[in-house]
T-cell receptor, first 115, second 113 residues
Framework: DTEVTQTPKHLVMGMTNKKSLKCEQHMGHRAMYWYKQKAKKPPELMFVYSYEKLSINESVPSRFSPECPNSSLLNLHLHALQPEDSALYLC??????????????FGPGTRLTVL | GENVEQHPSTLSVQEGDSAVIKCTYSDSASNYFPWYKQELGKGPQLIIDIRSNVGEKKDQRIAVTLNKTAKHFSLHITETQPEDSAVYFCAASIRSNDYKLSFGAGTTVTVRA
């Protein structure tokens, strides 16, 4: 299995809702990432998990809460989002950067709309 | 931090012609340079990469070249086809405990039939 899967594909939520994005990979990768991508822009790194521990938080607002329950799963919990948080949220995975080159494989993304 | 510049921002080519996208990077410690293709409504797909100990790499119609002295690398697509139409991102990374990919701004490639 050489793919990263993400659910849901699309999500519409109000500013008071709580929702979660899910990501899964079965490539044995021990680094997993969340990115945010606005239209016609490159992905922006949000969080990195290494061996199921949060290793990088790119100063992301606390209304985004990541979780890595095990080596194959990555969640992003959303609460009290703002309309400007509407974007494509991408999950990626890779081998641990220190052991190999940083070949990151991306999932198809979740298109999030905040009303 | 690493700064990657990518040109052109848009590129229109006739089917069958070649397309070239160029990127420059600022940090001489960067040693890994992937290229991603993103089709509409999809996530970025790694299409080819090159490491700093290699000057050129080919995979069928796609090739990447790296000039470490000048700190630039390029993507070459030959015999372009309509399915090559997409946004292409270059990126640079340092093999270390830093997990970050520094992306270029992207090039929208349109292949005219």
């Amino acid at each position: 299995d050489t793919e990263v899967t993400q659910t849901p594909k699309h999500l519409v939520m109000g500013m008071t809702n709580k929702k979660s994005l899910k990501c899964e990979q079965h490539m044995g990768h021990r680094a997993m990432y969340w990115y945010k991508q606005k239209a016609k822009k490159p992905p922006e790194l949000m969080f990195v998990y290494s061996y199921e521990k949060l290793s990088i938080n790119e100063s992301v607002p606390s209304r985004f809460s990541p979780e890595c329950p095990n080596s194959s799963l990555l969640n992003l919990h959303l609460h009290a989002l703002q309309p400007e948080d509407s974007a494509l949220y991408l999950c990626a995975s890779s081998h641990i950067a220190g052991d190999a080159y940083n070949e990151q494989f991306f999932g198809p993304g979740t298109r999030l709309t905040v009303l | 931090g690493e700064n990657v510049e990518q040109h052109p921002s848009t590129l229109s080519v006739q089917e069958g012609d070649s397309a070239v996208i160029k990127c420059t990077y600022s940090d001489s410690a960067s040693n890994y340079f992937p290229w991603y293709k993103q089709e509409l409504g999809k996530g970025p797909q790694l299409i080819i990469d090159i490491r700093s100990n290699v000057g050129e790499k080919k995979d069928q119609r796609i090739a990447v070249t790296l000039n470490k002295t000048a700190k630039h690398f390029s993507l070459h697509i030959t015999e372009t086809q309509p399915e090559d139409s997409a946004v292409y991102f270059c990126a640079a990374s340092i093999r270390s405990n830093d997990y970050k990919l520094s992306f270029g701004a992207g090039t929208t490639v349109t292949v005219r039939a």
